[in-house]
Structure formats: structure tokens, C-alpha cells
């Protein structure tokens, strides 16, 4: 397998003049994906900067820059994070004349809404966005009874090729920039603040309270957009979102050199790795860039991650029929978590394999499931299988494509009980 950038994945912006770039080879695993793994984002015309780029002072100095008084950043921040006002004319504390100027020169609109799919009742919607260079992304926006959840993407594609995710074998277009990423959120907390989800309970008004990295790319692979967006959703209003980063997950292959460096953020957000096999072998081929990071490594930092952070890591295992999820590798799985301490320091989450396009692999059988799910629990892993919402839409795990099909086909015809908006 041939990779391209640098799998060593030195700190962003950092580079060695006199050092040459050293792009090992990868070896093919026999019969694999031929997909390269892809660890730098082809370069691309970069988003317009937006208020959820800057940090508050940078904020001020833009206001100033712009001719008004650095107060007036405190206002925007407030009606942006925590109004969650997009219209200027309802920015009430601001001259009228200045209103349309402030909005356009600071939240120009980064996310251009193509189409929504809803499903459960209204409870789950997938939205999918165009990008200012015409990228497609998508995000997911699931009610509970009890809390809402928003799935964003962090990149346009992605380069990890696992060969069973829709989204790695569509390759990376792109990474995305911190305000695209937590323009997604707003776009829920808006909705949700709106009404315009169908609300059971009337007179609630519910918020995000969960925000994954589990749409299309590789969070960790875009590590200092990903970091910047975590700031933004986790800052107290009116500067930020103000969320808990107990609330926040973020889901990796497994880039270990990141894992490390986010670990000393100082944001103790919820670490899901996505190790999918308990063994080398088997892994190599679901996850590839396993053979840059292989499994040994990659739980030893997930553990260093539990250990430096208090949080309990999640490790996610999808159940593919008659692939991974035979009782010898759910012993195996055991063995490989037990060895690093058995003081509480992660959990796993079982998902059962959600189809996608050309896949030659389903998901389990329920009896293989509950065999795999007994032989954990009897080793004393905590053990949980995922409630898969949005399957009908596409918008499970794995199947964020944002497919050019989706815009150019708008009659589609869409499964029983499911919604398109053009
Ligand atoms: N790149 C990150 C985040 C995106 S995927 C990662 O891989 O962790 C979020 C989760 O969905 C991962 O655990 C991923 O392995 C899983 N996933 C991908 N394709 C899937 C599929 N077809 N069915 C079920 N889960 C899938």
C-alpha cells in the first residue's frame, strides 16, 4: 500500500527545511483495497474566516480592524453562541446600520443547505451541505427521549480506506475548517431552538448535548481544526457554546501520535478508538492504517489517554458476520483490554454493520452477536451494542457518501416512513 503525507504526522505547521520527507512504502496486504491511505489533505482554496475561527481577543482586533468599538464582539458572540441568531435585524443592541455589515463581513454563510432527510418520526435528520468550493458533507442530528446527539464531519471524504465505511472509499477531498465544523452544531442547536423538528413534548425546548466525530473523515487526521472546534463548543458562552466536553466524542482510527498530543489539550473530551479486530492480521485489513499503528500500539495510547484525562475510552467494534465476530476474537478482544488494567478505564461498543454500496459484508447474526456480547460481559468488559439510527437514510455509521447522486436525482425514491426535502 502506498501512503501519501506524512505518516509521522509532525505537529501542524511544523517542518524541517534541510529534512527530507520520508514516505515509507506500504506493503499491500494480498487481496486488500487498493485504496492508498491519505494522511494530508489535498490543498484547496481555503473557507472564508468566520466568527467560529477566532478566539475572543482575535475577535476584538477583527471588530476594531473594522472600524467599530471591540464591545461589539462580546454582542456578536452572544447572538451567534448563545442566541443562536443568524438573522442581523434581530441583533437589537447593534445600530441597524451596521447589522448587515457586521453579519456578512464576520458569519459569512459557510454551509449551503442542500438537501435534509429525516426519518423516526422526524427524530433523526440528515442533512447534507454544500461547501463554499462546491465539497459535499454531511451531518446527523438524533433526538433522544432524553438528550440530543449531533454527528459532524470533520473532513470532506476521507483517506483512511476502511474498506467497509462508505465514506473512505469515496478517497479526501478535503479538510474542513474549524467554523465549518462547528457550524454543524449550530445548525442543530438552531433547529432544535426553532421548533422546526417535529417537538412531541411542546412548550421543551432541547439542546445538543452530545456532539461525535463520527461523520465523514478523520477527525484526528485534521487534528488542529478538529482542537479548534472542540475550544469553540466547549468555551462558556457567550464566547463559545458552552458544552460540556463530557459530552464530546471523538473518533479515530487510531493515529496514535495524535491520540498522545490530545490527551494534553486540557479538554478531557471522550475518546472513542474504532479498532474494529483484536489481532494484527484481521486488522490490517479493516482498519489500514493499522499498519502504521498496529493493535498493541494504538490501545496502549487509548490507555494512556484513560489514564491522563480520567475518561473512560470507548472502543468501537463493528460486528461483521463470520469476519470478527467469532467468540475466539471477542476472548482475544478481552485479553487485549484486560492486560492494561482492569480498573474501569474503557468500554466497548459493539455495532452492528450498517450496509453500504458495492459491500461484499453484512452484520452479524443476532445469535453471534449475543455470544459475543456474553463472552465480554463474562470477562468482566463493560459492554454495550449501539442503537443504530438512520440506517434508512443513509446517515448511520458508514454511510455518509455525500454522493453527487444524492443532489443530481431528487426523486429518489425513499424508503416507507422517510422524508426527502429537497
Ligand atoms: N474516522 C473516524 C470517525 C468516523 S466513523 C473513525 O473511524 O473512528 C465513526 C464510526 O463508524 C467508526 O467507529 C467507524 O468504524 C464506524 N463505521 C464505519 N463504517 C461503518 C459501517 N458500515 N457500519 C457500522 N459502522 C461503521
Known amino acids: 500500500m502506498t501512503a501519501t503525507g506524512s505518516p509521522d504526522l509532525p505537529p501542524e505547521g511544523f517542518r524541517t527545511p534541510t529534512a527530507p520527507v520520508v514516505v515509507p512504502e506500504y506493503v499491500q496486504p494480498p487481496d486488500r483495497s487498493s485504496l492508498p491511505l491519505v494522511f494530508t489533505a489535498p490543498r484547496r482554496g481555503k473557507p472564508p474566516t468566520h466568527w467560529a475561527d477566532l478566539d475572543p481577543a482575535a475577535r476584538r482586533t477583527a471588530v476594531e480592524q473594522a472600524g467599530h468599538r471591540a464591545y461589539r464582539a462580546r454582542q456578536l458572540s452572544a447572538h451567534y453562541f448563545e442566541g443562536l441568531r443568524d438573522d442581523s435585524e434581530t441583533w437589537t443592541d447593534l445600530p441597524a446600520g451596521v447589522r448587515a455589515e ?19 418520526d422526524g427524530d433523526t435528520v440528515k442533512s447534507l451541505w454544500q461547501l463554499h468550493d462546491g465539497a459535499l458533507v454531511e451531518s446527523v442530528l438524533m433526538r433522544y427521549p432524553d438528550r440530543v446527539t449531533m454527528c459532524v464531519s470533520s473532513q470532506a471524504g476521507c483517506g483512511m480506506a476502511c474498506p467497509f465505511c462508505a465514506t473512505g472509499q469515496g478517497g479526501l477531498q478535503r479538510n474542513m475548517s474549524t467554523a465549518e465544523i462547528v457550524e454543524q452544531v449550530v445548525d442543530g442547536a438552531r433547529k432544535l431552538a426553532q421548533g422546526t423538528l417535529a417537538d412531541a413534548e411542546a412548550g421543551r425546548t432541547p439542546r445538543v448535548n452530545n456532539v461525535v466525530f463520527m461523520g465523514m473523515g478523520e477527525p484526528l487526521a485534521n487534528y488542529k481544526a478538529v482542537v479548534g472546534a472542540l475550544r469553540q463548543l466547549t468555551t462558556p458562552n457567550p464566547d463559545g457554546l458552552g458544552m460540556s466536553a463530557r459530552g464530546i466524542t471523538v473518533s479515530t482510527v487510531g493515529l496514535v501520535p495524535r491520540i498522545t498530543q490530545l490527551a494534553t489539550e486540557g479538554m478531557p473530551v471522550t475518546l472513542a478508538l474504532s479498532l474494529h479486530a483484536p489481532d494484527d492480521e484481521l486488522r490490517d485489513e479493516l482498519v489500514p492504517v493499522n499498519t502504521r499503528w498496529n493493535v498493541d500500539e494504538v490501545v496502549d495510547a487509548a490507555w494512556e489517554y484513560a489514564r491522563t484525562t480520567k475518561r473512560r475510552v470507548s472502543i468501537e467494534y463493528i460486528l461483521i458476520r463470520d469476519v470478527n465476530d467469532q467468540p475466539r476474537r471477542a476472548e482475544q478482544l478481552a485479553k487485549v483490554l484486560r492486560r492494561r488494567g482492569t480498573w ?15 459491500s461484499r459484508w453484512t452484520a452479524s447474526r443476532r445469535r453471534d452477536e449475543d455470544e459475543f456480547v456474553r ?9 454495550t451494542v449501539r442503537d443504530t439510527r438512520g440506517r434508512e437514510i443513509d446517515g448511520a455509521c458508514g454511510q455518509l457518501a ?13 424508503p416507507a416512513g422517510v422524508r426527502a426535502h429537497a
Do not use: Y
Request: hydrophobic fraction near 40%; charge should be negative; include cysteine.
Open 102 to 120: 457586521l453579519a456578512s463581513a464576520f458569519m459569512p454563510r459557510l454551509l449551503k443547505p442542500v438537501r435534509e432527510l429525516t426519518c423516526d
Open 344 to 358: 474501569g478505564w474503557v468500554h466497548v461498543n459493539l455495532i452492528p454493520l450498517n450496509p453500504t454500496p458495492g
Open 375 to 383: 463472552v465480554l460481559q463474562s470477562r468482566g468488559v463493560p459492554v
Open 402 to 414: 455525500a454522493g453527487q447522486a444524492d443532489i443530481t436525482e431528487p426523486d429518489v425514491t425513499t
